[in-house]
């Protein structure tokens, strides 16, 4: 503890475990974006990673409530946000717009991969083939007209599901950026600034898992989408930078009555986590890196290796913004003449092995998920099973004139 | 449908009540009756004056007027209620001077027009003899000097107080007793 | 079968409707919450008391406070505030000035020990002080309230008399309320983990008793009354002098005025 801090005020309030909140329905909100890229946008360079990326949203948002849950002072009463909302409150929103998405990203999901489910339950036996044909709900073959309701439906949830994704991450930027409270919060930058980083930090995590899981499984990797995808996490994370810049440039200039205990909390306080790894760490040096293999235009091995290291660094440095923000800001004593310190605890139901659990599991529930669909082989293309379908998006007046049948077995293959 | 519907609420029903430590409130109504509800725990020098009339009227006399008896006594409540009952309960009181020196200690952010003293140099400690404040402040009619009759217990060297350049020197009558002992007429605990 | 659209729009909308009905009527499929009752009969003082006819505020006058901590010390023994770990509905605060124009505050232990026998902060220790006071912090119940917006389920709220009270019931122990309170009033009781606060004593004050800390006050440095009441302790002072707020831009309009108050206290 430095200078004076209110009674009240020894323990911080929000853990870890808000820390990683914020962290993983960032990646949730980020992935999502990319997946949307392709099947609104229709960016083809990022086909190989759109059904993947889906995969990747879903994995982390069926973690996304578990350290809300483990930080409340009575879980028992979690499911109060639901049934008692108080609708002033940001954090009210919560439960319906993380329901709300859920259901969205498993009906895109099921959508997405229907023709590989209803393949895979009927050409698979014993325990696995029970669950595949649980899965298809009953509903084992797709006509022409489920396909075509397919299509439309993956597009139309796409679309929703970019809007649906900024709210999702940006009400919890407007739960800190709307209480006046506490100087280092207080901003209406702050839906903006979180949302931005989360897309960032979603982009990099595709990267960084495409390519594991690629060379785990012997697989080659697409130079031509991760070139893609490292120009997109550029873009958005010179946008990102800005936005950031902006905010703490204003409060230094205008330099208000908070801006005292502001200087004093990012110069003393927290300056490796803000200047160290959040800035230069993980936003500086990966715009650097970005930029020069963006400015080169190859696309090959040691490209790929470099946007690579550079996602792996703004990971780290988005996980470190998120820690500023939520500890720093509370390190804040709100008498304006103090602050409070924090270090998470080994053990126990807020700690560092906790916390390390929880952001394990997401990877592990994606093992889960593509041991049964894997978005790199398509079967049911493969195999003729399908019709032909359009592999580009057509505009409605050209479908309705005639099908583009071009290759489709090579749909989403290496 | 209906059947879907009736079933989420039998469920509803059940199984968040059990899920709930207390049953959940879904209005506000019972709430604030719950609040003033609660006991209350400081007393007034009002409920104190139905046993102890003699010392509450005394204290509500004079300068400490306005300090509760529980500021000192602890909260009574429980004491109350037992005496009531008519167990008896002593309160627990303090050392008469951490008691005293919590408001009087002499300090820069006090106003300067309460009464307040260093404890190390004042009274008796001066001459060496170790005293509580209550050997010469009553607590409950804490004016100075005191005027009340006092028993010898912590007074032991009457000379403090009585001697002749003190506070309340030996009247003439005394001129020619300054070698006898004082209690040989001042008998201890009678206060005479 | 294959799913037509019409019948995945219906399915939607069924579920759509289906929720819908249930949180209108979640009052039948709640069980509903049993009143806490005074005594055996089931009869409260609460039963004859109307809120709507009271408004109550609170003065501080910091030029009398001695800092003795009595205030703190019954809140705590009224109230069962946790001795350990520190936690506080109400403290002290000393603040000191020097002649080089260092503001130092402290508050050891909330206050609940006096002053008496804290030394001075070590940041001010053996300089010369010019200026020293005390000021004591309580619950502004304010009148736009930050910690009632942000309670997620509305276990926070306020009663028609001006007083903010916690549900204990409700709370689910999030801490929003904590963070978003401009005066670091509000704390996690450590064993049942919902959020707690002053209450103005609203236990005694609906009995026409004065808060706790009001009535241990030695000095008179705080007063209470209701502002219906022309002569109240608290009518005559807002009517006659002036007073002012603490963090008054964070527009809060609280009900608890300070005589007095110095610039520097936050």
């Not at chain 1, 958005?236 to 908070?258: H, N, P």
């Not at chain 2, 140099?121 to 001459?127: D, K, V």
């Amino acid at each position: 503890m430095h200078g004076f801090v209110f009674p009240n005020e020894v323990e911080i309030q929000w853990s870890l475990l808000i820390v990683l909140y914020p962290f993983i329905t960032g990646l949730v909100a980020g992935a999502f974006v990319v997946s949307s890229l392709y099947h609104v946008f229709n960016i083809k360079a990022l086909k190989p990673v759109a059904s993947f990326s889906l995969l990747m949203a879903l994995s982390f948002m069926l973690v996304a409530p578990l350290p809300l849950l483990g930080h409340l002072g009575r879980p028992e009463r979690g499911v109060l946000i639901f049934l008692t909302p108080h609708f002033t409150s940001a954090m009210a929103g919560f439960g319906y717009i993380w329901m709300f998405y859920l259901i969205l990203l498993l009906t895109e999901t099921w959508l997405v991969f229907r023709p590989d489910i209803t393949h895979y339950a009927r050409t698979t036996g014993g325990f696995k083939g029970l669950i595949y044909r649980t899965l298809t709900l009953g509903m084992t073959e797709m006509s022409e007209e489920d396909h075509r309701f397919r299509e439309k439906m993956i597009k139309v949830l796409a679309a929703v599901g970019i809007p649906a994704a900024a709210l999702l991450h940006g009400y919890v930027g407007f739960l800190f950026g709307a209480i006046k409270a506490n100087p280092w919060w207080s901003t209406p930058l702050m839906p903006v600034i979180f949302l931005l980083s989360a897309i960032v930090s979603g982009i990099a995590l595709l990267i960084v898992m495409y390519v594991v899981v690629m060379k785990l499984l012997g697989r080659p990797i697409d130079h031509v989408c991760i070139s893609a995808l490292g120009k997109w996490l550029l873009a958005f994370l010179v946008i990102d930078l800005t936005v950031e810049g902006l905010e703490i440039l204003s409060m230094a200039y205008e330099a208000e009555e908070s801006w005292d205990v502001v200087s004093q909390l990012i110069v003393q306080r927290i300056p490796v986590t803000y200047f160290g790894v959040q800035l230069l760490l993980g936003s500086l040096i990966p715009l650097v890196v970005l930029g020069a293999v963006a400015a080169q235009a190859r696309r090959e091995g040691a490209a790929s290796t470099l946007i690579f290291a550079a996602a792996v660094l703004v990971i780290i440095g988005v996980f470190a913004m998120r820690w500023n923000v939520v500890i720093g800001g509370q390190m804040i004593s709100k008498s304006m003449r103090g602050f409070t310190s924090y270090t998470p605890p080994l053990g126990g139901r807020e700690g560092v092995l906790a916390a390390s659990v929880l952001l394990m599991l997401p990877f592990y529930i994606f093992s889960v998920i593509v041991s049964l669909v894997p978005p790199w082989e398509r079967p049911a293309i493969a195999e003729g099973e399908l019709s032909p379908e359009p592999t580009e998006a057509v505009p409605a007046w050209e479908a309705a004139d005639s099908r583009v049948r071009s290759s489709a077995w090579d749909w989403e293959r290496q | 449908m209906v059947a879907l519907l009736v079933g989420v609420g039998l469920f509803m029903r059940t199984v968040t009540a059990s899920l709930s430590v207390e049953v959940i409130g879904l209005t506000h109504e019972d709430n604030p009756r719950w609040w003033a509800d609660r006991p209350v725990n400081n007393q007034t020098s009002t409920a104190c004056a139905e046993c102890h009339e003699a010392t509450t009227e005394v204290t509500t006399a004079f300068a400490h007027a306005s300090v509760n008896c529980d500021s000192c006594h602890g909260a009574a409540r429980e004491h109350i209620d037992l005496a009531r009952s008519g167990q008896q309960a002593p309160l627990a009181l303090a050392d008469a001077r951490d008691l005293c020196t919590t408001c009087h200690t002499g300090l820069d952010s006090r106003p300067q027009d309460f009464p307040q003293v260093d404890p190390a140099t004042h009274g008796a400690p001066a001459s060496g003899v170790t005293t509580s404040c209550t050997s010469c402040h009553n607590p409950h009619d804490p004016g100075f000097p005191p005027v009340f009759k006092h028993t010898l217990e912590g007074r032991q060297d009457c000379l403090v107080c009585h001697g002749p350049e003190q506070w309340q020197p030996l009247p003439p009558s005394h001129a020619d007793r300054t070698g006898d002992s004082c209690i040989e007429c001042h008998r201890p605990g009678d206060g005479t | 079968m294959p799913i037509s659209r019409r019948d995945f729009v219906k399915l939607g909308a069924h579920a759509a409707f289906g929720g819908l009905l249930v949180y209108t009527l979640r009052g039948v499929v709640l069980p509903q919450s049993t009143p806490r009752v005074a005594d055996a009969e089931g009869n409260s003082e609460y039963d004859q008391y109307r809120p709507e006819d009271h408004d109550w505020a609170f003065v501080i006058d910091t030029m009398k406070c001695i800092g003795c901590g009595r205030c703190a010390r019954a809140c705590k023994q009224e109230n069962n505030v946790p001795w350990e770990p520190q936690l506080n509905r109400t403290w002290v605060e000393r603040y000191s000035f020097t002649a080089d124009g260092e503001v130092c505050v402290d508050s050891p232990a909330g206050g609940i020990n006096g002053f008496a026998d804290e030394p001075l902060p070590e940041e001010v220790r053996g300089k010369k002080i010019t200026k020293s006071f005390f000021v004591p912090k309580l619950c502004n119940q304010c009148e736009n309230t930050p910690c009632e917006q942000v309670c997620p389920v509305g276990a926070t709220y306020k009663t028609a008399d001006g007083i903010v009270l916690v549900n204990r019931d409700k709370c689910i122990g999030c801490r929003y309320c904590i963070q978003a309170c401009p005066y670091g009033m509000r704390y996690l009781l450590p064993d049942e983990r919902v959020a707690d606060k002053c209450t103005w004593c609203y236990h005694r004050i609906t009995k026409g008793r004065l808060p706790a800390c009001v009535e241990a006050c030695p000095v008179g440095a705080r007063k209470f009354g209701d502002l219906r009441d022309p002569e109240s302790a608290v009518s005559k002072i807002l009517a006659e002098r002036n007073t002012s707020v603490l963090k008054p831009e964070m527009g809060t309009n609280p009900r608890t005025r300070y005589l007095d108050l110095d610039g520097e206290v936050v």
